[in-house]
């Protein structure tokens, strides 16, 4: 039943529509391999993970748009500057796991290189919503071209058990029957994939997937709806 619903949904909305999600979605590359992804969201910023940015060494990272496949080259930057949240500490504070990294030059945008959208509006109750990201070396089956995933969106942070007893108001659940094992599996490697909603709009951001023994749920996602004021006032 949810699957026809998400699949008329797609349909109805254009979700296959010719835009590539890729336009909208950077690596981030560190001894050759693809440590996180970040999305697009000025000519000049890269939104990514609180701890893809603190625990990568960024004078040593190059960061790449405009290819769904790092074997082929994109457009190439390195990092000039890091704006963690303030409230990010730690991988402790997961409810802050968000940054903002300014490349060194500007992006050309185009149909290859794209800003996407922030979202006018929270996560909705099992939204169904796609992850963009890239898969590491260590992942079973790797590969440099870009994974696009389905997800569904747990809204309510009361139907995911991972969250209770947590401050966890800027987190969301990610479940989805539709993906494989190996997908969970590797999905360890999604960390800082672009969340998009339908008309591809920045919905969320990967902060840690789940191990693949947890049935409750694949993984945890930041909000950006709650950040959208604080990645407005930063990439000015
Ligand atoms: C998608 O591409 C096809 C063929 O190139 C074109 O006819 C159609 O109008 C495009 N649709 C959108 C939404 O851009
Ligand atoms: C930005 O960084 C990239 C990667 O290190 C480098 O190739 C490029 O020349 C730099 N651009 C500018 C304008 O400094
Ligand atoms: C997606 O974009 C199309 C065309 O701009 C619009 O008609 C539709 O309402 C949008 N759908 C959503 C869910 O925002």
Known sequence: MLKLFAITLFVAYGWASNVSEEAYVAAIIQDDDNRCAGAIVSDQWILTTGRCAKYLDLAVSTITVGTNDLSKLGQIFSSQEVKEH?????????????????????????????????????????????????????????????????????????????????????????????????????????????IMGLNHTLKGIVSGFSRPDDPDSLGLAMRVFPFKKWIMDNIK
Do not use: H
């Not at 802050?96 to 922030?118: P, W």
């Not at 898969?135 to 590969?143: C, G, M």
């Open 86 to 194: 303030p409230n990010y500490v730690d991988i402790g504070s997961f409810n802050y796991d968000l940054a903002l990294i300014k490349l060194n030059s500007t992006i050309k945008l185009g149909q290859d290189a794209k800003i996407i959208e922030l979202t006018g509006e929270d996560i909705k109750d099992m939204e169904n919503l796609a992850v963009a990201g890239w898969k590491r070396k260590r992942d079973p089956s790797p590969t440099t071209k870009l994974q696009l995933i389905d997800v569904i969106g747990v809204g309510d942070n009361s139907k995911c058990s991972k969250l209770e007893g947590q401050d966890a108001k800027n987190v969301f659940c990610l479940v989805g029957d539709k993906m494989s094992d190996e997908e969970k599996v590797a999905s360890g490697g999604y960390q800082g994939g672009v």
